[in-house]
């Protein structure tokens, strides 16, 4: 079965903390993404990496950057936490454009910042 | 820009009663369509996907959805709702070189009254 492990389900950091969240794969998967959630506003991309050390800027990549130093593992780090940063994050992998298969998505973390 | 528009933020059905979840997208050239469900403290698990093959798409649980070209629609139904439809259901397009991108909609959740 597909699994996108995500490392924290919940997770409470204070302002001006460098912050980690990993993301793990185990399918192969080229393309890997992080997503922030808010109520209303649907899922925003932050980045994306579609191989190994490669990476794109999505809608939302303002005080976030990202690593993909393995195939299987992708990283969102938050610089320098604020507030406004407090939100619900997803990560997804998919196939490269092998007939535009489905995003598989892990069970999220929950990050509060104080 | 491309976009997805889900109408209705929240949609309240009784149990037993057809459940009609409403997608538009913008776009003159065909997308690839998807619909996902976030059940609470989850992440997106797809439901079906529209791939141009046929029309009327069959997913989980029931639900099926009909691409409408010329109404550039993708509405998610289901005969009969059960309690446990209660969920957030998110439309999302990709288009053919957008590298396996989705582009969400903003969400609608579906209450299911007793």
């Known amino acids: 079965d597909v699994k996108v492990t995500q490392s924290s389900r919940y997770l409470v950091k204070r302002t001006g903390e460098k912050v980690f969240l990993e993301c793990v794969q185990d399918?192969?998967?080229?393309?890997m993404f992080w997503y922030r959630q808010d109520p209303g506003l649907g899922l925003r991309l932050i980045y994306f990496s579609y191989d190994v050390k490669m990476k794109e800027k999505g809608d939302i990549p303002e005080g976030y950057s990202v690593s993909r130093e393995k195939k299987e593992r992708f990283s969102l780090i938050l610089e320098s936490a604020s507030t406004n940063q407090t939100s619900m994050y997803l990560c997804?992998?998919?196939?490269?454009?092998?007939?535009?298969?489905?995003?598989?998505f892990g069970d999220g973390t929950r990050l509060s910042i104080l | 820009a491309q976009s997805v528009t889900q109408l209705g933020s929240h949609v309240s059905v009784s149990e037993g009663a057809l459940v009609l979840l409403r997608c538009n997208y913008s776009?003159?050239?065909?997308?690839?369509l998807f619909w996902y469900v976030q059940y609470p403290n989850q992440g997106l698990q797809l439901l079906l996907k529209?791939?141009?093959?046929?029309?009327l798409v069959k997913g989980i649980n029931g639900f099926e959805a009909e691409f409408k070209k010329s109404e550039t629609s993708f509405h998610l139904t289901k005969p009969s709702a059960h309690m446990s439809d209660a969920a957030e259901y998110f439309c999302?397009?990709?288009?053919?070189?957008?590298?396996?991108?989705?582009?969400f909609g903003q969400g609608t959740t579906l209450q299911v009254k007793p």
């Open positions: 399918m192969d998967h080229e393309n």
């Open positions: 999302a397009v990709s288009y053919s070189g957008n590298t396996g991108k989705l582009i």
């Open positions: 529209y791939t141009s093959a046929a029309t």
């Open positions: 997804a992998s998919s196939f490269r454009d092998r007939d535009h298969q489905p995003q598989h």
């Open positions: 776009s003159s050239v065909p997308p690839y």
